[in-house]
């Protein structure tokens, strides 16, 4: 489980297949810019741009995952080497929860459709597959490459969210154009309550 608050930025170094993994899997080198490593064991999770990865190796400042083929075909970003990544160590039950919970699960790809300033903040606008639209909702929850996020707006399938100078600062969402693709996962309590109203 995650909170949705980033604790540093990184970037995929390497992505290639191994002998270890099956066809259609690939191995991350991830370099963790500031994360902290020094609590990190094989077989922890990180969310990697919101996605939960489990550590497979560290060396030489370093992180290397296995990606499943499944896991590829349901996010985006994770086979693009040079590109700057969220990552956010898994929740301990002493931690605050500052953002809102997160499984590093995925719904869906939205697109970015509008980048505006706002001040010194950004306005981003996200499309979103109709499959998710019931679990989004005005003022709810939204993990937006793993950072939570508050919707301002949702109309039809876009919703609207503001970005702080301090999320700008601390995450890769300021790099973020018109026809972006993120990797969002919805409120996981929509999710279950959807369910249990067979909505």
Do not use: W
Not at 8 to 21: C, F, Q
Not at 39 to 64: E, F, M, P, Y
Not at 133 to 144: C, D, E, I, P, Q
């Amino acid at each position: 489980m995650f909170t949705g608050i980033i604790q540093a930025t990184g970037k995929i170094t390497a992505v290639h297949t191994s002998n270890a993994t099956a066809e259609g899997d690939l191995a991350l080198t991830v370099d963790p810019g500031n994360l902290d490593l020094s609590d990190v064991n094989l077989g922890d999770s990180i969310a990697v741009d919101g996605v939960c990865l489990t550590v497979k190796s560290l060396a030489n400042q370093r992180i290397h995952f296995d990606v499943s083929a499944e896991t590829l075909r349901c996010t985006h970003g994770l086979n693009c080497v040079d590109k700057t990544i969220n990552l956010e160590k898994a929740l301990r039950l002493a931690d605050r929860l500052g953002g809102h919970l997160v499984s590093g699960h995925i719904d869906a790809i939205g697109i970015v459709t509008r980048c505006i300033p706002a001040g010194e903040s950004v306005t981003l606008d996200v499309e979103v597959p109709n499959a998710i639209t019931r679990f989004l909702t005005h003022k709810g929850s939204v993990a937006v490459n793993g950072v939570s996020l508050t919707i301002n707006q949702m109309t039809n399938d876009i919703f609207s969210v503001n970005l702080i100078p301090h999320t700008l600062m601390v995450t890769a969402l300021g790099q973020l154009q018109p026809g972006s693709p993120v990797n969002l996962e919805t409120d996981m309590l929509a999710r279950y309550v959807a369910r249990l109203l067979n909505l």
